[in-house]
Each structure stands twice: as structure tokens, then as C-alpha cells.
């Protein structure tokens, strides 16, 4: 079993509505909660960052970390079709010195029309 | 500013031909990593330079090698080419080996045949 385990999806909603996207993870010393987002044939760019447990909001993207359940969302509001992307969850640990991240597998969303 | 700059874009191998990846960034970051990403499975590390002089295994080193050619270069060389190597390869920098964001170049789509 993957240390983060993400749906791959793919995900298809329409125009409007909510996303919510999750991961979970089994190693409790991770800390750090990052959403990457990836458009095709492009590489990953950070969407969003949180620390340790609670929510973070900027603009339409909500990101969630739930320490105790070991999961995390983020939720899209109002969605785009140019939303369309991979999304990727990432987290990492803050002692040992390291805190290169472990990556969920990514899920797939197509927002249509 | 460029960001992480990676060549080739394309490559096609045959079983066994040796070829090196390169990676460049101007962000003036002290660490730089490589991953692969294949479908399914997300973005695995390779190898990592915490710091300028210094290289790291990640989760899949197997068949590469790197070197840190200095603060802003970092190659990735595959020795003998096998079909397993086929995927898209990724280059990324950050601050450094703290909770900072990594950014990410555009990828290289290796196929070995």
C-alpha cells in the first residue's frame, strides 16, 4: 500500500459545479499538505499549501486537512471547464531534515461545457 | 525569468543507447530533483541534490544516474536504455529541502523501443 493514496479518476462534472477532490495517507508524521495542478503535457504547479490540521481558502479552491481521519480535500467552487487538469496531492514530513514531498497518484478532472 | 528549463522535449531510444537528460534553472534554488511519472502511478522521485555538490537516491534510482554540475544544472543520464525507462521525465527545483514549493520544467517524453 502507497504511503498516499489518491482516485485517479477521471472525474467529469458539469460547468458550475463543486469539486471535491481527496487523499489519504497512512504515515502520521506528515505535516505539510500541498495540491499540485497539472494541465496536459505540462508539468505540475503548486495550487495550494496548508500546515498541519484545518482549512485554507483562496478564491474558488478550498483545501482541507483532517489529521485525526489521516485525509484531505480540496474542494473547487463555481468550476471551470479551463479547471480541467490532474490534480495532485502532496505531503511531507518536518523532522529528519527531508521534506521531500510523497505525491498522491493524481486524479483526472474534465469540467465540460 | 526561464524558470526550470529541461532538453530534450522528445526522445526516442533503442534498447541499450545511453542518453542524458538536461535540466537547468535560474531561480538561484539549492535544490533540484528528478522524477518520472507514468500513468498510474504518479510522480516517483529518482534522485535528488539537496545542495550544490551533493546527490541522493530517491524512491526508483535504478538504471540512472545524476550530477549536479553546479548551482543551477542538473542532468540525469540513462547508461543502457530499457523499455521500463519509457515515461516522462521531470525536473524540479526548489528553495531548498524545507517545506518550500518545487517548480517544475515542461518534462521530457523518453520512449525506449
Known amino acids: 500500500q502507497k504511503e498516499v493514496e489518491q482516485d485517479p479518476g477521471p472525474l467529469s462534472v458539469p460547468e458550475g459545479a463543486i469539486v471535491s477532490l481527496n487523499c489519504t495517507y497512512s504515515n502520521s508524521a506528515f505535516q505539510y499538505f500541498m495540491w499540485y495542478r497539472q494541465y496536459s503535457r505540462k508539468g505540475p504547479e503548486l495550487l495550494m499549501y496548508?500546515?498541519?490540521?484545518g482549512n485554507k481558502e483562496d478564491g474558488r479552491f478550498t483545501a482541507q486537512v483532517d489529521k485525526s481521519s489521516k485525509y484531505i480535500s480540496l474542494f473547487i467552487r463555481d468550476s471551470q471547464p479551463s479547471d480541467s487538469a490532474t490534480y495532485l496531492c502532496a505531503m511531507s514530513e518536518t523532522s529528519g531534515g527531508s521534506y521531500i514531498p510523497t505525491f498522491g497518484r493524481g486524479t483526472s478532472l474534465i469540467v465540460h461545457p | 525569468n526561464a524558470g526550470v528549463t529541461q532538453t530534450p522535449k522528445f526522445q526516442v531510444l533503442k534498447t541499450g543507447q545511453s542518453m542524458t537528460l538536461q535540466c537547468a534553472q535560474d531561480?538561484?534554488?539549492?535544490?533540484m530533483y528528478w522524477y518520472r511519472q507514468d500513468p498510474g502511478m504518479g510522480l516517483r522521485l529518482i534522485y535528488y541534490s539537496a545542495s550544490e555538490g551533493t546527490t541522493d537516491k530517491g524512491e526508483v534510482p535504478n538504471g540512472y544516474n545524476v550530477s549536479r554540475l553546479n548551482k543551477r544544472e542538473f542532468s540525469l543520464r540513462l547508461e543502457s536504455a530499457a523499455p521500463s525507462q519509457t515515461s516522462v521525465y521531470f525536473c524540479?527545483?526548489?528553495?531548498?529541502?524545507?517545506?518550500?514549493?518545487?517548480?517544475f520544467g515542461p518534462g521530457t517524453r523518453l520512449t525506449v523501443t
Open positions: 496548508t500546515y498541519s490540521s
Open positions: 524540479a527545483s526548489s528553495q531548498g529541502t524545507g517545506p518550500y514549493e518545487q517548480y
Open positions: 531561480m538561484n534554488h539549492n535544490s
